[in-house]
């Protein structure tokens, strides 16, 4: 038996006054418990089975389906509204697709809480978007190698699943969604300066400029993402409507 720190990414009723609940854990990873919650609308374990709830809790058993034996909260619930709330579903929902069960992320586990508060606080959301996406990619071991963006003398980049970012020489297709432009990349690469205001070499109005980048590294996470999702795609993303983040 194991104690940790935890939060809910989904839970659904399983058999009687039981749920069956997918966690994120701060030493297990991913991870998929019974919890025993009682007959009572009022029961304490039951109000404790919520997304976005710092949770403390006691994991037992060995096979693939854990035992929730203790469960306390350790703070108050984050305060995501909107499309906050939206893109922390968002996020819930790529962990439950791409985690592998029981395999530790103490950095993603991190990174999860630090996107929650940027939310809750009102930052701004793709951005935040963007990084938890990075640090995902990252524990499935597919971290970009942008190296080729700063070597070649060329204007745009494919990126090509286990070739990474390709050069692409001649003239530019300029209807094609998976072409991606230098600066744009090397903005990206560089992480503190990706939502600066100016890049250099760069001679479009400031705001514009950052909005390409922004548009740039949003379609570059979707392609990735996409693919690692195959067919199926994400239930959460028809929650942002006209709001695209993701």
Same mark, same amino acid.
């Given at each position: 038996m194991i104690e940790q720190n935890a939060f809910v990414l989904h839970s659904r009723p399983y058999r009687e006054n039981q749920q069956l609940v997918d966690l994120l854990t701060e030493q297990d990873g991913k991870v998929t418990a019974l919890v025993y919650v009682g007959q009572s609308k009022r029961s304490? @374990?039951?109000?404790?089975?919520?997304?976005?709830?710092? +949770?403390?809790?006691?994991? @037992?058993?060995?096979?693939?389906?854990?035992? !929730? %034996?203790? !469960?306390? #909260? !350790? =703070?108050?619930? /984050?305060s995501l509204i909107k499309h906050s709330l939206f893109s922390s579903f968002y996020i819930n929902e790529l962990l439950i697709r791409l985690? %592998?069960?029981? !395999? #530790?992320?103490?950095?993603?586990? #991190?990174? /999860?809480?630090? %996107?929650?508060?940027?939310? =809750?606080?009102?930052?701004?959301? =793709?951005?935040?978007?963007? +990084?938890?996406?990075?640090a995902l990619l990252e524990e499935l071991?597919?971290?970009?190698?942008?190296?080729?963006?700063?070597?070649?003398?060329v204007n745009y980049f494919h990126y090509i699943a286990e070739q990474g970012f390709v050069p692409v020489y001649g003239s530019f297709p300029k209807n094609s969604a998976q072409c991606f432009d230098k600066t744009h990349l090397q903005a990206i690469a560089q992480r503190g300066s990706l939502y600066q205001s100016s890049l250099p070499g760069n001679s479009l109005p400031e705001n514009k400029v950052t909005e390409e980048v922004s548009y740039t590294f949003k379609l570059l996470m979707r392609q990735v993402i996409n693919q690692?999702?195959?067919?199926?795609?994400?239930?959460s993303r028809k929650l942002f409507a006209n709001k695209a983040y993701s």
């Open positions: 304490i @374990k039951k109000g404790l089975i919520q997304p976005f709830l710092p +949770l403390r809790l006691t994991l @037992k058993g060995q096979g693939n389906v854990k035992h !929730i %034996t203790q !469960i306390d #909260s !350790i =703070a108050k619930s /984050y985690l %592998t069960e029981q !395999i #530790s992320c103490q950095h993603l586990f #991190s990174q /999860y809480q630090t %996107t929650l508060t940027a939310l =809750a606080q009102g930052e701004e959301i =793709a951005p935040q978007l963007r +990084l938890f996406e990075l071991g597919l971290s970009f190698d942008f190296s080729p963006v700063f070597e070649h003398d690692l999702l195959g067919n199926k795609p994400l239930n």
